[in-house]
């Protein structure tokens, strides 16, 4: 049994703003059912939604401040979380990042440095609770420099590194090196400098025994220019080290069999009923009643990443077909003000909601019968997998995970049952188009729409597999 430090800056149902939250919200249960010693260590944010006690558990002086850490557990888990508690730095409202408006707080580099140096304090034990970690496993930038300062102890734990996207690399001005009194022996081309910039995520990946990210797709492409932004050279470095581990999905949280969000439940022996979720969201949505008429959804953020700008393009001629459009976002102002003027064109076929609304994505799943992914790229991806489970087509672009886990509809995979969804290449309005096209004709044919899918909905996306591969990485070490 390994004694695991998952450190991370976001965890569901404890606070998100995307996939990381709902991955650092369910592997580290995987883990733990694979019977591990598994501690979650994140801030505590004032938008927490702990479920249970809070308790104090020591505190710590760190760089002339106090911090405590306290003690709860993940909501309905026994996975221990350790709460980084300093209220001039994270008991700030809403997002862990950045303010209403969206823009980064300006004192993030201080706020995730302390984090990531108490994190390096738990993880030796440090606070004596009679628990040092064998192993650290960091995510994303806002924990980089966890490895980077383990690296010059001696008798530390063994690190990994998962990076969950390369777009978001913690970047900050060269001149804040001192003050944030990092280990000098850090700064230099080889280790936390890029671009005579401080990169919290070259912590990460210079210094973690092994670097993950979360597709075997997306691992190849971040070692190329395209997805690499001027650190592919770096992993290609590190290709040895280097693995992709396709994300898991919550199956309890994600089962249209018990799901209490959506109207009716439903499997696939009773897949009819899902007409019953579809005029639940159409009536929600204030969309005509229209069992014949595809529903064409899209959850998302609302940013470049996601290939919004493809669907803006695209909107005009979809409204020529017979389809409604079901859109959940939150993100980029100017892509939100250009819906907003399309959903005001066709309010009896666009159906909008800007804001962030668990319930409705469930709800907007389990009654869509397409669902849109055209992601420029896409490290993983979360909600193709939770629509084939609700046996909502994806259409997706063939990138990162969206490759990984869904098929095209060819003949060759329609005739042998692996389609389970329509995959496209080119990252242009031109080519979705077509796309939309092709699974608008494939709607047509019933029974074989019926029969793709149920094929979707058995697919395995658990967490046990991936959970067994981390462990497997953990051992390698
Ligand atoms: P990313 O992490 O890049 O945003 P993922 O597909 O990995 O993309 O995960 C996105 C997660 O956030 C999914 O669980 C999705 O349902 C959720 N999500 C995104 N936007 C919203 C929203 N506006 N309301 C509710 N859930 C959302
Ligand atoms: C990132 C990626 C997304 C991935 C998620 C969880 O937010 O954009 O593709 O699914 O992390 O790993």
Same mark, same amino acid.
């Given at each position: 049994?390994?004694?695991?430090?998952?450190?991370t800056?976001?965890?569901?149902?404890?606070?998100?703003?995307?996939g990381?939250?709902?991955?650092?919200?369910?592997?580290?249960?995987?883990?733990?059912?694979?019977?591990?010693?598994?501690?979650?260590?994140?801030?505590?944010?004032? @938008?927490?939604?702990?479920?249970? &006690?809070?308790?104090?558990?020591?505190?710590?002086?760190?760089?002339?401040?106090d911090?405590?850490?306290?003690?709860?557990r993940?909501p309905?888990?026994?996975?221990?979380?350790? $709460?980084?508690?300093?209220?001039?730095?994270?008991?700030?409202p809403?997002?862990?990042?950045t303010?209403?408006?969206?823009n980064?707080w300006?004192?993030?580099?201080e706020?995730?440095?302390?984090?990531?140096?108490?994190?390096?304090?738990?993880?030796l034990?440090?606070?004596?609770?009679?628990?040092?970690?064998d +192993?650290?496993?960091?995510?994303?930038?806002?924990?980089g420099?966890?490895?980077?300062? /383990?690296?010059?102890?001696?008798d530390?734990?063994?690190?990994?590194?998962?990076?969950?996207n390369?777009?978001?690399?913690?970047?900050?001005?060269?001149?804040?090196?001192?003050? $944030?009194?990092?280990?000098? #022996? $850090?700064?230099?081309?080889?280790?936390?400098?890029?671009?005579?910039?401080?990169?919290f995520?070259?912590?990460?990946?210079?210094?973690?025994?092994?670097? =993950?990210?979360?597709?075997?797709?997306?691992?190849?492409?971040?070692?190329?220019?395209?997805?690499?932004?001027?650190?592919?050279?770096?992993?290609?470095?590190?290709?040895?080290?280097?693995?992709?581990?396709?994300?898991?999905?919550d199956?309890?949280?994600?089962?249209?069999?018990?799901d209490t969000?959506i109207?009716?439940?439903?499997? +696939?022996?009773?897949?009819?009923?899902?007409?019953?979720?579809?005029? &639940?969201?159409?009536?929600?949505?204030?969309?005509?009643?229209n069992?014949?008429?595809?529903?064409?959804?899209?959850?998302?953020?609302?940013?470049?990443?996601?290939?919004i700008?493809?669907?803006?393009?695209?909107?005009?001629?979809?409204?020529?077909?017979?389809?409604?459009?079901?859109?959940?976002?939150?993100?980029?102002?100017?892509?939100?003000?250009?819906?907003?003027?399309?959903?005001?064109?066709?309010?009896?076929?666009?159906?909008?909601?800007?804001g962030?609304?668990?319930?409705? @994505?469930? !709800?907007?799943e389990?009654?869509? &019968?397409?669902? $849109?992914m055209?992601?420029?790229?896409?490290?993983?991806?979360?909600?193709?997998?939770?629509?084939q489970?609700?046996?909502?087509?994806?259409?997706?672009?063939?990138?990162?995970?969206?490759?990984? =886990?869904? +098929? &095209?509809?060819?003949?060759e !995979?329609?005739?042998?049952?692996?389609? !389970?969804?329509?995959?496209?290449?080119?990252?242009?309005?031109?080519t979705?188009?077509?796309?939309?096209?092709?699974?608008?004709?494939?709607?047509?044919?019933?029974d074989?729409?019926?029969?793709? #899918?149920?094929? @979707?909905?058995?697919?395995?996306?658990?967490? #046990?597999?991936?959970?067994?591969?981390? /462990? @497997?990485?953990?051992?390698?070490?």
């Amino acid at each position: 049994m390994k004694k695991i430090l998952f450190v991370t800056s976001e965890a569901h149902p404890l606070i998100k703003t995307g996939g990381l939250a709902d991955v650092c919200g369910s592997l580290p249960k995987a883990l733990a059912e694979l019977s591990q010693d598994i501690r979650l260590i994140m801030p505590n944010y004032k @938008a927490l939604k702990t479920k249970g &006690d809070v308790r104090f558990l020591c505190s710590l002086r760190i760089d002339n401040r106090d911090v405590n850490i306290l003690e709860t557990r993940m909501p309905d888990s026994d996975v221990i979380v350790w $709460l980084v508690d300093c209220a001039e730095f994270f008991n700030y409202p809403g997002n862990p990042y950045t303010d209403e408006q969206g823009n980064a707080w300006p004192n993030n580099d201080e706020r995730f440095a302390l984090f990531c140096r108490v994190a390096v304090v738990c993880a030796l034990d440090r606070i004596n609770q009679d628990w040092k970690a064998d +192993i650290v496993h960091c995510n994303d930038w806002q924990t980089g420099l966890v490895p980077a300062i /383990l690296s010059l102890e001696d008798d530390r734990p063994a690190t990994v590194f998962t990076i969950h996207n390369m777009a978001y690399q913690g970047l900050f001005p060269a001149s804040h090196v001192a003050s $944030l009194n990092l280990p000098g #022996q $850090l700064w230099h081309l080889d280790g936390l400098e890029f671009n005579n910039m401080l990169s919290f995520i070259k912590g990460g990946l210079v210094y973690a025994d092994r670097i =993950t990210t979360v597709s075997p797709t997306y691992a190849l492409e971040i070692q190329t220019p395209e997805f690499g932004y001027g650190l592919e050279g770096l992993l290609t470095y590190r290709n040895d080290a280097l693995v992709g581990i396709i994300n898991g999905i919550d199956m309890d949280q994600w089962n249209p069999e018990t799901d209490t969000y959506i109207s009716k439940n439903f499997d +696939i022996k009773t897949l009819a009923k899902k007409q019953i979720n579809k005029a &639940d969201l159409q009536k929600k949505s204030a969309l005509p009643e229209n069992g014949q008429v595809p529903v064409v959804a899209l959850i998302s953020r609302l940013v470049e990443q996601k290939g919004i700008d493809m669907v803006i393009d695209c909107l005009p001629e979809m409204m020529t077909m017979p389809m409604q459009f079901v859109l959940l976002g939150a993100g980029d102002k100017d892509y939100e003000k250009r819906l907003q003027n399309l959903a005001r064109l066709y309010p009896d076929k666009i159906a909008l909601t800007l804001g962030y609304n668990e319930a409705l @994505a469930h !709800t907007i799943e389990a009654g869509a &019968d397409i669902f $849109l992914m055209p992601s420029r790229f896409e490290p993983c991806g979360l909600n193709q997998m939770y629509s084939q489970r609700y046996g909502t087509i994806p259409i997706v672009r063939k990138t990162g995970g969206l490759a990984d =886990t869904v +098929i &095209d509809a060819i003949p060759e !995979t329609i005739a042998d049952g692996t389609a !389970t969804g329509v995959v496209f290449s080119e990252a242009s309005a031109g080519t979705l188009i077509e796309a939309i096209k092709r699974a608008m004709l494939l709607y047509t044919n019933r029974d074989a729409w019926n029969k793709m #899918q149920i094929d @979707a909905m058995q697919k395995d996306f658990s967490w #046990q597999r991936s959970a067994e591969q981390y /462990l @497997a990485l953990y051992n390698s070490i």
